[in-house]
């Protein structure tokens, strides 16, 4: 059995929306802490895929904590 290798068109096309969600959580996060849930819902407005958001969390080591409620992402203090 072969093994499948993606088009160049498919490769592209990932690479573009992962290029998309890490630029999307980047700005999100500009501004300090959000919560998960308005990440979730602004980045399912522009179209941005829950696996492309995780992906990109995990690149641009994206961190959690949990307040009252709420799972707050925000990008750690670089030390």
Same mark, same amino acid.
């Given at each position: 059995?072969?093994?499948?290798?993606?088009?160049?068109?498919?490769?592209?096309? #990932?690479?573009?929306?992962? #290029?998309?969600?890490?630029?999307?959580? /980047?700005?999100?996060?500009?501004?300090?802490?959000?919560?998960? /849930?308005?990440?979730?819902?602004?980045?399912?407005?522009?179209?941005? /895929?829950?696996?492309?958001?995780?992906? $990109?969390?995990?690149?641009? #080591?994206?961190? /959690?904590?949990?307040?009252?409620?709420?799972?707050?992402?925000?990008?750690?203090? $670089?030390?």
């Amino acid at each position: 059995m072969e093994k499948w290798v993606p088009s160049d068109q498919q490769t592209y096309r #990932r690479n573009e929306l992962y #290029r998309q969600a890490r630029q999307f959580l /980047s700005a999100i996060l500009a501004d300090g802490p959000q919560p998960y /849930s308005t990440i979730v819902a602004r980045a399912t407005e522009a179209g941005i /895929s829950l696996a492309s958001l995780l992906t $990109a969390k995990r690149a641009l #080591r994206v961190e /959690s904590r949990k307040v009252n409620k709420n799972t707050l992402w925000y990008i750690p203090a $670089a030390t």
